[in-house]
């Protein structure tokens, strides 16, 4: 009798190489130079500012977190392609997420692209969205959908419940999939059917999309790097299960450290610079029952204040 997991990991692991093709094929970000984007007038905190802008118009819209990562891959691909000017930053970003929900949202969340400028505050014409769609999906060869840092997450947390459910009691894996299933996520989902940890990892990759020193990472590197923060904190088993996801990444190593330094620190940052209306979700239940059974060691504790930010906005500029 064949074994199911061993059938699924491997479904799953066809998955992750496709989408490293893809982003090996398809990942590209601007090139700064003397605090612009090169060849354009942009500056990085302007470009910084329409990631974060893309952020809140995806919540407005109650698009899908995927539809969020799309629309910024699309946004730094067409930047690192064609010399923009900034008096059309705007208009690229809000016509880079629009065709990202089309292409990850159902017809009743997107709606009518007439309503969405209305209700995103623009003073765009449906005429000059629908000339920008041209430009992008032309320079980018109508090739649009490439593999997403949140992709990423989904990929490598249904690898971590395939091929380590010794893993689950310590941090959830596995709460909401079966046997067999494969991390693609329903549309417009409030909460991804991997559970808690999966959209903890997804709100985390959400806010490292909007921090410039990690724009020279590809989003296999990043979410691998958020995993990997967890992992050391939850299980002394994590450099096994670490090194085994490294290799199927095909991650450089040195590059892979780099990252996940400036990934804790800027997480890290975030902790102390929350907005007064931010919502915190912590299980106080998994609180007590660690506090009966033992003492918080600093990890511990460094990783629950981190969990406490799981819903909390993209960060104001």
Not at 44 to 50: N, R
Not at 123 to 146: G, P, Q, V
Not at 157 to 182: K, N, Q, Y
Not at 251 to 271: G, P, Q, R, T, W
Request: overall charge neutral; charged content about 20%.
């Amino acid at each position: 009798m064949k074994n199911p997991g061993a059938a699924e990991n491997r479904q799953l692991l066809g998955l992750l190489e496709a989408a490293l093709r893809r982003e090996a094929r398809l990942w590209k970000v601007p090139v700064f130079k003397n605090g612009c984007i090169q060849g354009a007038d942009i500056i990085l905190s302007q470009h910084q500012q329409m990631i974060v802008w893309i952020g809140e118009m995806s919540q407005l819209f109650q698009f899908c977190p995927e539809t969020f990562a799309l629309g910024v891959c699309v946004l730094n691909r067409l930047l690192s392609t064609v010399k923009a000017q900034r008096k059309y930053l705007k208009c690229i970003a809000f016509t880079s997420l629009v065709l990202a929900a089309k292409i990850n949202e159902e017809d009743e969340v997107l709606g009518s692209v007439k309503d969405l400028v209305v209700r995103s505050g623009c003073n765009f014409s449906i005429a000059e969205i629908l000339r920008m769609e041209r430009i992008i999906l032309d320079k980018l060869h109508w090739d649009l959908y490439t593999a997403t840092p949140v992709d990423f997450i989904h990929i490598f947390h249904a690898l971590l419940v395939s091929g380590h459910p010794h893993l689950a009691p310590s941090f959830g894996l596995g709460s909401g999939m079966g046997a067999g299933a494969i991390p693609i996520e329903p549309r417009h989902q409030k909460t991804p059917p991997s559970g808690f940890q999966a959209a903890l990892w997804t709100r985390q990759v959400q806010h490292c999309m909007a921090c410039h020193q990690l724009w020279q990472f590809r989003g296999s590197t990043l979410a691998l790097a958020i995993i990997t923060l967890e992992l050391e904190a939850l299980t002394p088993d994590w450099f096994s299960v670490f090194t085994d996801l490294l290799k199927k990444a095909q991650v450089d190593s040195a590059e892979f450290i780099h990252c996940k330094e400036i990934v804790d620190e800027y997480l890290n940052s975030m902790e102390f610079s929350l907005t007064a209306n931010s919502v915190y979700i912590l299980d106080s239940s998994q609180i007590q029952e660690h506090q009966q059974q033992q003492v918080w060691s600093p990890s511990q504790r460094h990783l629950a204040a981190r969990r406490a930010q799981i819903v909390s906005p993209l960060p104001k500029l």
